[in-house]
């Protein structure tokens, strides 16, 4: 008896203290994501390919709670409610399952982004979380392991645990359950030195009007140019990789803009249409037009929202970015490079 209560009261004691912290950066597809074959898994249709970011990171900090009955989430002080919350809920539950805890947490989570600056928090936020959360149940994950888990909570996160360009691997469509978890996973992407910036004109900083999990659904069900946009993506796929090997900016730039004006064009056409690009939207990419018929190497990229990312050299940012000032009006803009992975900060253990 005396036994059972030690080994019983020990861990709690641990637990009390348990805490880890970790930041992470958002990423940028230039070979999007936008299909899922497991929404339950979160496996992806098709193969992508991002630039992580050097700013805007989420920190977010998990504490163990021996004592509290539910999980207490916080974003920027403030206590998240309804999906956002139920997204991280169902996620720590992901993370006790596979540590054997039935132990609530604390997750505090702080975002540096704009509010609506277009940038999908939730790569950075489930990535940082990914890490976080691992920590303080002591899973001893490896960056590939702590892609596969970022990946359950937002599939572009799985992305962001790694700096610079990366890939995520869809895994072969033919596997299921385990098999295929063990193979979706992202890792860091061979490049010569490419020096490249991402020139982000935010048009329109309100709400979507649907999500991207929505859109992306709808698309493969309905959407009659989806699968051929998903054999060409394979095909963006390993061009990308190969320039990015040559350090071929301008190739590296015609793909991403290709591709992202194809899984565009697939929304379009899915029923109901799902349309993110507005009038400003295509203001901008006539700016990217004029920059290039100028002789400047830009090229844009959008997402699930009217925001164009205009990806240059770093040394062109500066020009670009005052052309899509003009083109945005009066929208913000912001210039990013190439950023770090996911990764604990050290002594941050409450
Ligand atoms: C258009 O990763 O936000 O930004 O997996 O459903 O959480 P879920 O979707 P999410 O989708 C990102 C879609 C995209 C393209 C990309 O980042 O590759």
């Known amino acids: 008896m005396a036994e059972r209560r030690t080994t019983v009261i020990g861990p709690r004691r641990q637990d009390r203290s348990a805490g880890a912290t970790a930041i992470a950066h958002p990423n940028i597809a230039l070979v999007k994501y936008w299909g899922k074959r497991d929404e339950q898994l979160m496996l992806p249709r098709t ?159 309100g709400p979507k009007a649907v999500s991207s999990r929505t859109a992306m659904r709808r698309t493969v069900d309905t959407s009659p140019l989806y699968a051929p946009w998903a054999a060409s993506s394979g095909d963006d796929l390993t061009a990308m990789r190969a320039a990015l090997v040559r350090g071929d900016l301008e190739a590296v730039g015609e793909i991403a803009e290709r591709n992202a004006l194809g899984m565009h064009a697939t929304m379009l056409a899915a029923r109901p249409a799902v349309r993110y690009l507005s009038p400003a939207t295509l203001t901008v990419l006539d700016s990217v037009l004029e920059l290039r018929r100028a002789g400047i190497a830009a090229y844009a990229t959008m997402d699930a929202g009217p925001n164009v990312k205009v990806l240059c050299r770093r040394g062109d940012a500066e020009r670009v970015a005052h052309a899509v000032r003009a083109a945005a009006a009066g929208g913000a803009v912001h210039i990013a490079g190439p950023g770090p992975g996911a990764r604990l900060l050290p002594g941050q253990a409450p």
């Open 47 to 205: 193969d992508s390919l991002s630039m992580t970011l050097d700013i805007f990171p989420t920190t977010t900090r998990v504490r163990l709670d021996a004592d509290a009955g539910s999980d207490a989430v916080t974003f920027n002080g403030e206590a998240a409610t309804g999906e956002a919350q139920r997204r991280i809920v169902a996620f720590l539950d992901l993370v006790r399952e596979r540590a054997g805890s039935s132990r609530r947490a604390v997750v505090d989570t702080e975002n540096t982004v704009p509010t609506g600056a277009g940038l999908a928090s939730s790569a950075s936020g489930f990535a940082a979380l990914a890490v976080a959360a691992a920590a303080a149940y002591g899973l001893g994950l490896d960056a590939t392991a702590l892609s596969r888990l970022a990946r359950r909570g937002s599939g572009s996160a799985s992305r962001s645990l790694f700096g610079g360009f990366a890939v995520w691997h869809a895994g072969p469509a033919a596997t299921s359950g385990v098999e295929a978890d063990l193979s979706s996973y992202a890792e860091p992407v061979a490049a010569a030195r490419l020096d490249p910036a991402l020139v982000i004109a935010v048009v329109n900083a």
